[in-house]
């Protein structure tokens, strides 16, 4: 039986932080396994030994997000208000943290329309953070902490949708303002969660076939 050596958890550490700069410098396709191993300091052989191919470090930087979207949503625990622990979650992501993170979601975004295997990653994962959504939502509405009209489920893909044209839009749009654009979806989720919209965000519209 294989032994785990005692700096794996840092070596992959390590080779995801360069697959992201490479991913995000290079592109998806143009970044090789090569350039990665390069860029985190060590052969290609042992980068190989801890993922094997692009789609697995595709697999191992969304299982990394996921991680550290269950530990934002740790702060929603407790009885705090609920939209502004949820504007702290929105201006980390959409203003704090880097822009490159964007640019890293559209290049996995792009591969995952022609993979199979990075459309079930990045497919797992969204669906993981639109559970936690739905489940903050549930929880929050018995506490009367939002308005009781609303859908979970159904707000949680409004705000799954705004926050993906707001990903979008920072990678690409050269005149992206985070501190007006930001604030602006923000205060539409508090007017649904707040009952102003609620209507919005029931169950889908069935239409006549």
């Not at 990045?122 to 739905?134: G, H, P, Q, S, Y």
């Amino acid at each position: 039986m294989l032994q785990a050596h005692p700096d794996l958890p840092d070596r992959k550490t390590r080779i995801l932080d360069a697959a992201e700069r490479c991913f995000v410098r290079e592109g998806f396709h143009k970044a090789t396994m090569q350039d990665i191993a390069a860029e985190a300091g060590m052969s290609a052989g042992n980068l190989y030994r801890t993922f094997p191919s692009k789609d697995a470090l595709v697999e191992g930087l969304c299982e990394r997000d996921r991680r550290d979207v269950a530990a934002d949503f740790a702060a929603f625990d407790g009885d705090g208000d609920f939209m502004a622990n949820f504007v702290a979650l929105g201006r980390k992501h959409f203003e704090d943290e880097p822009r490159d993170k964007a640019v890293l979601c559209l290049q996995i975004w792009a591969e995952a329309a022609r993979s199979p295997a990075v459309a079930g990653h990045a497919a797992a994962f969204a669906e993981d953070v639109t559970a936690r959504l739905t489940e903050l939502l549930d929880k929050a509405r018995a506490e009367g902490r939002v308005h009781p009209g609303v859908d979970p489920r159904a707000v949680a893909l409004l705000i799954m949708t705004l926050a993906d044209g707001l990903l979008v839009r920072r990678a690409v749009v050269p005149s992206f303002d985070a501190a007006r654009e930001v604030p602006a979806v923000l205060n539409l989720i508090g007017a649904v969660v707040s009952g102003g919209l609620a209507a919005a965000c029931v169950a889908p519209v069935e239409t006549a076939p």
